[in-house]
């Protein structure tokens, strides 16, 4: 109990800022690339917009190929560009690498689902009032879209924290190390239920948060 303790008073606090370091920087790249190819996927692939197969093909097989590959086996290909980036592949800034482009992916994909279940009829309208693609996409597309992005994000942070916690095998830090490290191959069961409570209470935070964010914006 005493070296449990020990450990959760010097290891706690610094493998949960690394957290929350790769949380932040793979949702910040998730959010600004993952929206931008999300909109290609849709505007692309909408006869109302800017279809095009060949570009929508591309898009398509891109997130696809990276969604197909498992995580840690993603993070361990991109040991290289993390290397040329970052000039380490240890640490959580390294493991962000891996972590954005698996969350862009990801959350393009959402992004789409998204922007497609916005009613036709009103886009079509605001197309009939003569109305432009910008004032459509800023006043139509992602108004009515906006409980569905929100919700998007939420699945998206907990996939990251998820992710995050797989990043400690390679040496990416944060709680996922520390159940590792002192849990697993220390036996410190004590380390591991802590670090487990501490993830549960997170991903519950944030899905709360995220739920309660989205039915604001929902219309009745």
Do not use: C
């Not at 095009?52 to 891109?62: E, L, M, P, Q």
């Not at 590959?69 to 640490?91: A, E, H, K, M």
């Not at 891996?98 to 079509?124: Q, W, Y």
């Not at 501490?198 to 709360?208: T, Y």
């Amino acid at each position: 109990m005493g070296s449990t303790l020990n450990i959760l008073q010097t290891e706690l606090l610094p493998a949960l800022w690394q957290t929350v370091q790769m949380v932040i920087i793979s949702m910040i790249i998730a959010l600004i690339v993952g929206m931008a190819l999300g909109l290609v996927l849709f505007l692309t692939e909408n006869p109302l917009f800017y279809r095009n197969r060949i570009v929508n093909g591309i898009a398509s097989f891109i997130v696809n190929l990276i969604r197909s590959i498992p995580f840690i086996i993603l993070l361990v290909l991109l040991i290289p560009l993390t290397q040329l980036l970052i000039g380490t592949s240890i640490g959580p800034i390294a493991a962000s690498v891996s972590l954005s482009i698996s969350a862009t992916a990801f959350f393009a994909r959402l992004v789409e689902g998204a922007l497609s279940e916005v009613d036709k009829g009103v886009i079509e309208a605001s197309k009939a009032t003569g109305a432009g693609f910008g004032l459509i996409l800023h006043d139509v597309l992602l108004v009515e879209a906006l409980p569905g992005l929100v919700r998007a994000i939420t699945v998206t942070i907990i996939n990251v924290i998820g992710f995050s916690a797989m990043a400690g095998i390679v040496g990416g830090g944060g709680i996922g190390n520390l159940a590792i490290q002192y849990g697993y191959y220390r036996y410190e069961t004590g380390v591991m239920i802590v670090t487990v409570v501490i993830l549960v209470i997170i991903v519950q935070g944030a899905q709360a948060i995220g739920d309660a964010v989205a039915r604001k914006f929902t219309r009745e």
